[in-house]
């Protein structure tokens, strides 16, 4: 009987272990769960979509509107002119930028002429007595004629006149005068606007062969700044919009408009390439820039801060039963401290700042 006493005592004590552990097991885990809901406590807020006027952000370097790269039609040695040809000197339209050598080319224009004038000379008594009603009108133009002076246009003629004019080497001498006074013109390069050398690859001196690159000019009153801009938005631009630059260099601001955009898309970025036009003071050729487009809109958006999406195109949401989710988001634009996103549906509870333990699938409890 002492045995079976033994054993009911050992079972009452393991009983009470058991009850003990027990009780110490629940204790703890309650503790774990108050622990676990006060960690997981999130602040939501409701999803109201809405028309968002998107911030549109374009980067691009200046070019000056009007430019022309300046080459050489004709071979001769290069001379200095009435203002030098160096970088950042002006010149007016029509005056001449470069000059090159033309004495020789200048002289066998003069004979060219001569030799014009003279046929025409020759002609007229038989203009007189053959064709009386034109001989006023080409007497006129030989009065005028001389060596030193561009050649006007012939007289017009037609019929029997402009065969005899032919036959008597008038046509052939005038046109031969002509191309020799343009080839000569081509020894002298004017400026075809108002502006600025922006580099020279010559000196006075050098002997200038056809096709050599002499130097840039561009118009610093006018610039164009070319961008690429999401096919998504493409069809919100428009000509004309404004467009408004700063600089990270040089303080102030600057408008411009858009003034052309290209009908097709670039197939590798899926973007379509504009060029705003712009003006001011401070700018220069080769200047970086950032402008913002204004009138673009993105409809059915949420405008969030971006601490709350993670990894690039998720955002926490809860669902029914106060379930965590992990839901994704088409994000239209990175803002400074903001973020513009689509794809969420109206009325969704958003997690605001979740808490880093935060994973989908968790039970939470959500405050307003």
């Not at 010149?91 to 200048?106: H, P, V």
């Not at 052939?172 to 108002?194: C, H, T, V």
């Not at 689509?342 to 997690?351: E, Q």
Request: proline share 4%.
């Amino acid at each position: 009987m002492k045995w079976v006493k033994n054993v009911i005592i050992a079972a009452a004590i393991l009983a009470a272990g058991l009850l003990i552990s027990k009780t110490l097991g629940s204790m703890s885990t309650k503790e774990e769960i108050q622990e676990d809901l006060q960690k997981l406590q999130v602040t939501v807020f409701s999803a109201d979509l809405d028309t968002i006027e998107l911030p549109l952000t374009i980067y691009g370097k200046l070019n000056a509107a009007q430019r022309t790269d300046l080459l050489a039609e004709v071979s001769g040695t290069f001379k200095s002119g009435k203002h030098p040809f160096e970088e950042g000197t002006s010149f007016l339209q029509g005056e001449t930028i470069i000059g090159l050598d033309d004495s020789e080319a200048r002289a066998n224009t003069m004979s060219v002429k001569g030799n014009f004038i003279n046929a025409l000379l020759a002609i007229l008594p038989d203009l007189a007595q053959d064709y009386p009603l034109d001989y006023d009108r080409f007497k006129a133009y030989y009065d005028q004629c001389n060596l030193q002076s561009a050649l006007n246009p012939l007289p017009q003629a037609e019929g029997k006149l402009e065969k005899f004019l032919i036959a008597r080497g008038i046509q052939g001498a005038y046109f031969q005068s002509k191309s020799a006074e343009e080839r000569l013109s081509k020894f002298s390069i004017k400026a075809p606007f108002n502006g600025v050398v922006a580099n020279v690859n010559v000196k006075p001196g050098n002997l200038i062969s056809p096709g050599r690159p002499l130097g840039t000019f561009i118009n610093m009153n006018t610039y164009e700044l070319r961008s690429a801009v999401s096919l998504g938005y493409a069809d919100q631009l428009v000509i004309g919009q404004k467009v408004t630059f700063t600089s990270p260099d040089v303080s102030g601001s600057w408008s411009g408009k858009i003034t052309r955009i290209a009908p097709v898309v670039d197939g590798a970025s899926q973007s379509v390439s504009v060029v705003v036009t712009l003006q001011g003071n401070k700018l220069r050729e080769g200047m970086y820039l950032t402008g913002q487009i204004k009138g673009v809109e993105v409809m059915n958006a949420l405008r969030l801060p971006a601490s709350m999406v993670f990894d690039n195109s998720y955002v926490f949401a809860i669902e029914r039963d106060s379930v965590l989710a992990k839901v994704s988001v088409e994000v239209v634009e990175w803002l400074d401290n903001e973020v513009i996103v689509r794809g969420i549906g109206p009325g969704t509870m958003l997690v605001n700042e979740p808490s880093l333990k935060a994973a989908s699938g968790l039970v939470v409890t959500p405050v307003k």
